[in-house]
């Protein structure tokens, strides 16, 4: 059951109608309110009869996410109204989790993405080079869905051994986007049950069984034609169990599903945020730019490249500092638990938000401002381990930090090496409780030399 009473110490906010998806406004306006109120300490929102406790300091979350994790499960209502697209396995607790976890993670190892790693590379750069082919013909692209296409183009052959046609890999995105947007309205109250309609379940619906559509026959058939492979749907498909049963069908859909929105969605709006932020900071852009040159020097991106592209990782960590794709995680207290004082009963839900967390300005100077002087190496050692998690933290942190990493800062790179690179938007950015920017982000790319 939720908190319904607030305890001895939080702040409250009262949401009431502001659940939209209003820029700034909405679920993450209310957040914002608690910040400001509570300064770091616990709060609660008050959503109707739902009444998450809102935890944002570092100290905080290193209880709940690691000297005490076994109390705290991902067994909420916001983590349910997302299971309906990504099922139990990898976006789950308990034994199926573990199975999951395991074979991702192995799939996503130091070791099998240096063997992906040229099908990858070329994927990128081919990418790139048809981005500029169009971006010759047009006086701007979007740049969300140049990024999509990028990303779809990049994880196709490590996630799925290209056995997903390009334009397929495509709608999948846009399909999975539609549900997931969907789900999201969901997870802003989750105290509304199921059966009674809401705006977004329509669309929901919809793109789920596009997304199923596509992704059951190639599934069914890799099935009956097994093979060797270090992409991630081979490994799953040759998974067990730990008493040897193969992954069913379902397990592996929906593990599919949940890896391609976090190596998709959530890496294209991420790149997207990388295009804005550098537009309104051309210092930025310009140091990004003369880090290309020298590292890449017109050649195509190499895995090598990435420990040298210093600058550029310290930049797309600022964005996911500002504008973290996970910017709440929810879970629930199995037993009684006091937290710095405050009581927290068993069955409490906690929304955890590195959004806020990453906002404190106990830990971040100037917090609101674009900074990546934040991310040097000496910074990052003084700061608190965990005043900065956009991956998460603890055992259900996110399995492909690695892989994101390279394929952010390699794209970026290799974009800033070929193209004079123009965002057209004006105005500070301003974005939604999805965590996107509210308007479109356009480009004109003009190639160099």
């Known amino acids: 059951m939720p908190t319904l009473s607030p305890p001895a110490g939080c702040r409250t906010i009262a949401l009431g109608k502001t659940v939209r998806g209003m820029c700034t406004g909405g679920l993450l306006g209310a957040l914002n309110q608690v910040q400001e109120q509570s300064n770091g300490h616990i709060g609660q929102l008050w959503l109707g009869p739902f009444r998450p406790l809102v935890v944002s300091h570092p100290d905080h979350l290193d209880h709940i996410l690691r000297r005490n994790s076994g109390n705290y499960t991902r067994g909420t209502a916001l983590w349910k109204a997302l299971r309906r697209l990504t099922g139990n396995g990898i976006t789950g607790d308990g034994a199926p989790w573990r199975v999951s976890r395991d074979i991702i993670q192995s799939g996503l190892s130091a070791r099998c993405l240096q063997e992906m790693g040229d099908p990858m590379l070329t994927a ?86 596009t997304v199923f559509e596509i992704l059951g026959p190639v599934i069914e058939r890799a099935r ?36 391609f929105f976090a190596g998709s969605e959530t890496s294209a709006a991420t ?105 040097t190496r000496e910074a990052i050692r003084a700061r608190h381990p965990l005043a900065y998690l956009p991956f998460g933290d603890g055992a259900h942190s996110c399995v492909g930090q ?27 950015p301003r974005f939604t409780w999805t965590m996107n920017p509210c308007e479109r982000v356009r480009l004109r790319l003009r190639p160099r030399g």
């Open 271 to 375: 790149l997207n945020w990388v295009w804005l932020l550098l537009g309104r900071h051309p210092e930025v852009a310009a140091e990004v730019g003369r880090e290309a040159d020298r590292v890449l020097a017109g050649g195509p991106p190499r895995r090598e490249h990435v420990r040298r592209l210093t600058y550029t990782h310290m930049v797309i960590s600022e964005v996911m500092r500002l504008y973290p794709l996970a910017w709440m995680l929810g879970r629930t207290a199995i037993g009684d638990d006091v937290i710095d004082g405050t009581p927290i009963p068993a069955g409490t839900t906690l929304a955890l938000s590195p959004f806020l967390t990453h906002r404190l300005p106990q830990f971040w100077n100037r917090p609101l401002e674009f900074e990546p002087g934040r991310f």
């Open 124 to 209: 990128m750069t081919s990418a790139v080079e048809d981005l500029g082919r169009r971006a010759v013909r047009e006086s701007s692209v979007d740049s969300l869905v140049e990024m999509q296409r990028i990303v779809h183009r990049v994880i196709n052959p490590v996630f799925f051994g290209s056995r997903i046609p390009q334009m397929q890999c495509d709608r999948l995105g846009t399909a999975v986007s539609t549900a997931l947007r969907g789900a999201m309205r969901r997870m802003a109250v989750p105290f509304v049950p199921l059966a009674v309609p809401l705006p977004g379940d329509r669309s929901f619906r919809r793109g789920r069984n």
């Open 402 to 428: 690695a892989f994101f990493t390279q394929e952010a800062t390699l794209v970026v790179a290799t974009m800033m090496n070929r193209y004079d690179v123009t965002v057209l938007n004006d105005g500070p």
């Open 224 to 259: 009956n034609r097994p093979c060797d492979g270090a992409d991630l749907m081979t490994r799953m498909l040759n998974g067990t169990h730990p008493d040897g049963r193969p992954l069913s069908a379902e397990h592996i859909m929906y593990d599919v599903i949940a890896l």
